[in-house]
């Protein structure tokens, strides 16, 4: 789509919202306002937050057919969730806004606050969070840079885990298609001002391809001891332990023909690590809150490439630390709040390869972030700065097989973020607009190069950090039943950092552009029905350079989803979930020139019956047996497309004991 027409279109889009929030207040309904921590790293039941943020509860999570963390998100707007393995998220990939192949990077995903995103290219664990122990997932879409940093352009995912210790125990088991079986426990509870939590895991299956098989289990919980004054210290802590197969892609003719086969039948990864967080949440008077945690995460990570001979072991520590305070100091007579933080992350990464040289990576980050929020009657103003600097170095072993000789480089930058938002919040209605910065710097895997004409090693210090601005409008209403929430934006990057299979290397790319829309809208049609409708437009783009006008790769257009759920008491509780993905252009094909990758539609149904302290649970996932691939690219080197098939039609059957 021509620029020109993109920028008229969204500001249609604009001017629609602008209108939908000066006729809300005629009809409108006080909403009911819902507990959001990430929007100033303190818990608010009001934030006012000039941002498009969506809440997941407990009850969305239970009335979902998909049981696995990033199918759940992919039923929200701007969404997109990519899995190279099959639907367990072991290895998915959450696109917030359009990054495509650098999703990873530009979605920041935290668990109660603290960012779970490695320093390097590897993913987000996935199976260590267990499900039944999420509260809520909080989505703020847009830079989340000014109080989160490095890596949140696309926008922020926070996991909030259930704390509430109320008395509880439940056992839940099931069995489903591809010899699935599964089995979750729980337990809470408080004695006094103690209280703790604890979620075991396990499950186990053959996979819908070959050589899918995984297995995978944990251990979480947490544990605390409340104080007067509203405070409490506390440990959270996990353990987890993951293996799987790895059947690696298919080429065209076989993807058609054969979607369940592998070209790697004996390739496989393990990883098992650890979590381990205490921290302190104390009010020191009426009007000054103090919050801090440290955390410490371990994991090894295992890999057997049978296929080319080569087993790898790669070692990743990180820690940090992570103190807060929130002033709510009064500006003359206007209520005004200040919150200013501290984050101090620590990460080593290092790996020993049987067919390539050893390579390791440290990183440190400092980053001091301020944000004030004052209200003018109706209307609240938001201002935020944040100071970065990261500090990282990467190194290589020399490897005689390959006569590489060894590679070590060190390096340190800075950048600041900044943004101003205004809210205005009327009788059931409310409608923003903010300017803003982000950036994200190169992970440490970035850092590594090679020469074109050697293959020595090299440093690839003279990346620059990726950095732009945001601009946003949006509005958020309650009409009776009916609750909706929309934006519209633009996001402009310089220097994108990036892979280009051309030149095999992470570079700099030309300025692109993101420029969109997204709209939600929750209507409960009766006391027992309610559905959810979600879409999203995400135009990316190359705005100049060789790729000028070209979309970026991986990146629908048009993307969607509705939810129907029917709570018919003791008839049951019935779902019926669609997601729609477009179409969009090749993995690394900035030309586009490679065709698109074919869109999708899925449909999930769940059903449930409680028959306390028994509750019945029937899912299947992909009723209609769609064939789709999420992620797939072309290669030069076999001159043909590559699929990662998703799972088609599978059946899960769980029977749930509350015994408290």
Known sequence: MHPTRCGARLTRIAATLTMLGLLAPAFAQTPTPQVVVSASRFADSDPRLPANISIIDAEDIRNSPVRDLPGILKSRAGIEVRSLSGSQGMDAAVDLRGF??????????????????????????????????????????????????????????????????????????????????????????????LYGRVLAHYAAGDGWRRNNRFEQSSLSGRGGVRLQADGEVFVDYALYRDEAGLPSYLATMAYHNRPRDTRTPYDKQEREGYRLRPGVALALTDTLRVEAEASLQHEDFKSQYVSFGSNGDRDTDNWSVTPRLRWQHGLGALPSETVVGLDYYVGDVDAIYSSSPAQGAKQTSRALYVQNQTRFGDWTLTLGDRQQRMTQSVYQRAYPAWYSPAM???????????????????????AYGKVGTTYRFANTDELFAYDPFTGAPMFAGALRPQHGTIREVGVSLRIDRVSARASAYRMTLVDEIGYDGNLFANVNLDPTRRQGAEVEVDWRLGDSLKARLAYAYTDATFRSGAYDGKRVPLVARNSGSAEVVWDGGAWGRYTVAANSIGDRPYSGDFANIHGQLAGYTTVDLQAAWNWKPVTLTMRLLNALDKRYAPYAGYSPFIADHYYYPADGRTLFVSARVDMK
């Not at 999420?134 to 000014?146: L, N």
């Not at 390096?411 to 009327?426: E, H, I, M, V």
């Open 408 to 430: 070590e480089g060190e390096q340190s930058k800075r950048r600041n973020a900044a943004d101003a938002g205004l809210t205005y919040t009327g009788n059931g209605w409310r």
């Open 100 to 193: 495509g192949d650098t999703a990873g990077s530009n979605t920041l995903i935290l668990l109660d606050g603290q960012r779970l995103n490695p320093i390097d290219q590897s993913g987000v664990s996935w199976s260590a969070i267990p499900i039944d122990g999420v509260q809520r997932i909080e989505i703020i879409r847009g830079a989340g840079t000014v109080l989160y940093g490095d890596r949140a352009s696309g926008g922020v995912i926070n996991i909030v885990t259930d704390k509430s210790a109320a008395p509880s125990a439940s056992v839940t088991a099931t069995l489903g298609s591809n010899d699935y079986r599964g089995l979750n426990a729980e337990a809470a509870g408080s004695q006094g001002n």
